[in-house]
């Protein structure tokens, strides 16, 4: 398993498409966000000399658009061995099956967030120095492993496992409608799993493990008399998905990410058992 | 004949899986206009869903059809030998992808103008010029496609280039619309409405601006040694 | 169809030298090309085909020099071309693919395409698989219809790389036969690793390595280069280390080795008939 996760790992890495696309990609970011990316701060009142909360801004502009750059730069990957006709090659390995899914999926997702990691991780090391705030850059570490980390893990799996139950082209399609849909749609506009506890992209982290409170009330939140949350919206379906952010939600959270990762995967597993047999 | 012969071989090519979005889009259309006020959808909102549907969603099958023109051929090799140029095949193929989605959005829009949506589509042009709600983003994302694929020679790559230009315009929808000389190049100025007599200027800028992606993808797509090539994995 | 390449150069992006100055004559008929991998075969067979461009010299096919592009389409009509990976499309038949592949070769008349796609069918043995999809072929299946694709329109130039990889003892003989059938009035030419396949066909052959022409000439001047050289010797113990083992049977408590080396690698040694691959080897070895 450590073998195929170097191995895919160096693939990945190698690849100059990788870093042209995220290249284009990150640098229209920040033209187009000019002002926010550069204070940090969204909305107005957001304080941005607080690390914390630059961090997570920060996580939360890079998590907009980039994760459908790297779930299509992933998307291929699984579906290339058959391009390729080493199925065969790699099955005659000693490393069985399960072990090479599981080093190829993290080997791959570790190397396409590397540029991920380095425009969120560059962000920070620039904010500790302009804002003579080095324990920013712990902030940023903290961020990223409990709110980045395991979306991207299972953005990875479904953008691995996705072209073997389909055609790409359709994958394709199918994740970026997905991703708008369910990750960016605001929920009062038509049912969908933004902000709930299935989204990727949602805030439970920020609000339930890092306090992060935008300085205004958001205006669609159900709220309490005294203070505002992340959680229920108002007027909107399925909201049964979207409990009061708290702790024990935000661990929660992290857990469901990684249970729907494994799920993604134990089902790209069988449905290879059932191909092979 | 032959050329008859050649589109019905690249649409068996294509395999049925392929050619399922567009149509299923359509069913979409169909069950919300069927179905979309039952459902408790205000008037004003399903309207809206129809023309994002139309004017967003069949140009991101199109992009995405021709991002995915080249770095999947299997038969590449054999087929950069024969006569007819390359560049042909793939504009062949790229005209049963992009010809089978506009047919299924002339469906769509033939649908809701018997139905009557159409005249509840924000922004929407009447008439033969109304088509182009969706025919000119969905040339321009196609031609994007086109070039991204042929300069990056990697569908993985183009793709996402294609999918993030797609998202870009629709989440900072404000952005094109704050300003003037953005407001020529918005995909979807229908959707998130645009002043009355910039509509037409703007689909006219962006079939120009799809020939210009289009002329410069022309060279790359008859180099045979770099389609050849690849993409380095 | 003569080829006549005159200090033909590829270079790829990197620095790499595929081909140095390489100056080759190929005659009508048919015609082998050897060498090991990375001697630059299939660098050249891809410029012949019209994929890539040399970075210097000349290619002439049959009096068309292929750098311009009438010349690269003039050779492209009367080439078939079997390459060493040929991908299909799954989702076809083959009697699809194989019509496809004729329309795009330019044979419009559908009685023409539905006979020759018949007798190539016929001839790779697929009659009974043609209206099964490419997606259930086995490896050589495959071969066998890439062979077939590459002789539907009655190539003058037929160029095939390593096209018998795959295929069972049966078929090779079998395709072999064809090769040398269609040679007559074609130019076919066969690169390959395989020395058997090129001692089985070809009267005349090249051998490349590392970019550059090492041989040509005919199969016996080849065969020549390893006369007084070769060796047999049976032996309990392991394989002396003067010389280069081609070969090694085991035989009763030991071991019968073939070996190459300029003198006697043992006492016991004995000479041996030279074969074409002996020739082959021993080539290398000079130029190693």
Redesign the interface.
């Known amino acids: 398993m450590i073998a195929t996760f170097r191995y895919e790992f160096l693939m990945q890495i190698r690849r100059p498409v990788l870093w042209i696309v995220y290249g284009l990609t990150f640098a229209v970011i920040v033209v187009t966000f000019g002002q926010p990316y550069a204070e940090l701060s969204m909305g107005a009142g957001v304080d941005r000399h607080d690390p914390t909360t630059a961090m997570i801004v920060s996580a939360d502009l890079l998590m907009l658009l980039l994760p459908i750059v790297y779930g299509c730069l992933l998307a291929d990957r699984l579906i290339r061995d058959r391009r390729l006709g080493v199925v065969g090659v790699l099955d005659a390995t000693p490393t069985g099956h399960t072990s090479r899914l599981i080093g190829k999926y993290l080997g791959t997702c570790a190397a396409t967030a590397v540029p991920f990691a380095l425009a969120y991780f560059g962000r920070a090391v620039a904010y500790a120095i302009t804002e003579g705030e080095p324990s920013a850059l712990g902030w940023a570490v903290a961020v990223f492993v409990t709110t980045t980390v395991p979306a991207l893990l299972f953005v990875g799996a479904l953008a691995l496992a996705g072209p073997l139950l389909m055609p790409p082209m359709l994958f394709q399609v199918l994740f970026v409608v997905y991703w708008f849909w369910g990750n960016l749609i605001p929920p009062r506009m038509m049912p969908t799993l933004a902000d709930s506890i299935l989204s990727p992209n949602s805030r439970y982290v920020a609000y339930g493990l890092f306090g992060y409170r935008p300085a205004q009330q958001p205006p669609d939140v159900l709220v309490a008399p005294d203070y505002y949350t992340y959680g229920p919206v108002s007027e909107a379906a399925l909201n049964f998905l979207r409990p009061e952010a708290g702790v024990a939600v935000a661990l929660l959270w992290i857990g469901v990410m990684l249970v729907l990762a494994v799920s993604v995967l134990s089902l790209a597993r069988l449905h290879a058992i059932r191909t092979e047999s | 004949?032959?050329s008859l012969?050649?589109w019905s071989?690249e649409m068996?090519?294509?395999?049925p899986?392929?050619l399922?979005?567009p149509p299923a889009l359509v069913l979409l259309v169909v069950f919300l206009v069927a179905f979309g006020t039952r459902l408790g959808?205000r008037e004003g909102?399903t309207a809206w869903?129809l023309m994002t549907i139309l004017e967003t969603?069949i140009p991101?099958?199109a992009g995405?059809?021709a991002a995915?023109l080249i770095g999947?051929?299997?038969?590449?090799?054999?087929?950069?030998?024969?006569?007819?140029g390359y560049r042909a095949?793939l504009l062949r193929r790229l005209g049963v992808m992009v010809g089978w989605t506009a047919l299924c959005a002339l469906v769509v829009s033939a649908l809701l103008v018997v139905t009557g949506w159409w005249d509840l589509l924000p922004a929407a042009s009447h008439g033969l010029a109304g088509q182009l709600a969706w025919l000119s983003p969905m040339l321009w994302l196609t031609a994007l496609g086109l070039l991204v694929a042929a300069a990056?020679r990697?569908?993985?790559?183009a793709?996402?280039?294609v999918?993030?230009v797609?998202?870009?315009e629709?989440?900072?929808a404000h952005?094109f619309q704050e300003n003037p000389m953005l407001r020529l190049f918005h995909m979807f100025a229908t959707t998130y409405g645009t002043a009355p007599d910039e509509w037409l200027p703007n689909r006219l800028t962006l079939l120009a601006t799809a020939l210009l992606l289009a002329a410069a993808a022309w060279p790359l797509l008859g180099d045979?040694?770099r389609t050849?090539g690849g993409?380095?994995? | 169809m003569r080829i006549e390449i005159s200090r033909l150069t590829k270079t790829y992006r990197g620095g790499v030298h595929a081909l140095d100055g390489l100056d080759l004559d190929v005659p009508t008929g048919m015609y082998g090309l050897l060498g090991s991998n990375g001697a630059g075969k299939t660098t050249l067979i891809r410029i012949l085909a019209g994929l890539l461009k040399p970075t210097s010299g000349t290619v002439h096919i049959g009096g068309h020099d292929i750098a311009t592009t009438a010349g690269r389409l003039a050779v492209q009509r009367t080439l078939g071309y079997l390459p060493q990976d040929l991908g299909v499309y799954p989702d076809l038949t083959a009697r699809q693919f194989l019509d496809y592949i004729a329309l795009l070769k330019g044979i419009d008349s559908r009685t023409t395409r539905r006979r020759r796609i018949g007798e190539f069918l016929e001839v790779v043995a697929l009659t009974q698989d043609a209206d099964r999809r490419l997606k259930g072929f086995s490896g050589g299946m495959l071969r066998r219809v890439g062979i077939a694709q590459a002789l539907l329109a009655d190539p003058r130039l037929l160029i095939v790389d390593e096209p018998t990889t795959g295929l069972d003892p049966e078929e090779r003989i079998r395709f072999r036969t064809l090769l040398s059938q269609l040679a007559g009035e074609r130019t076919v030419l066969l690169s390959t690793h395989i020395v058997e396949d090129v001692a089985q066909t070809c009267r005349l052959l090249a051998v490349l390595a590392k970019g550059r022409l090492a041989f040509t000439g005919n199969v016996g001047e080849l065969v020549s280069q390893a006369d007084h050289r070769v060796w047999t010797l049976t032996t309990p113990g392991p394989a002396p280390s003067h010389g280069r083992v081609v070969a090694a049977v085991p035989e009763g408590t030991g071991m019968r080795y073939r070996l190459i080396a300029p003198t006697a690698p043992d006492p016991y040694a004995r000479p041996a008939e030279p074969t074409l691959e002996d020739g082959y080897l021993a080539l290398m070895e000079t130029g190693r």
């Open positions: 004949m032959r012969g050649l071989h068996k090519r294509a395999g899986a392929a399922l979005a959808s909102n869903f969603g991101l099958l995405i059809a995915s999947r051929d299997r038969a590449v090799e054999l087929q950069l030998t024969l006569p007819v095949t990056l990697s569908a993985a790559a793709t996402a280039i999918s993030f797609w998202l870009f629709q989440m900072l952005l045979a040694e050849l993409e380095k994995e």
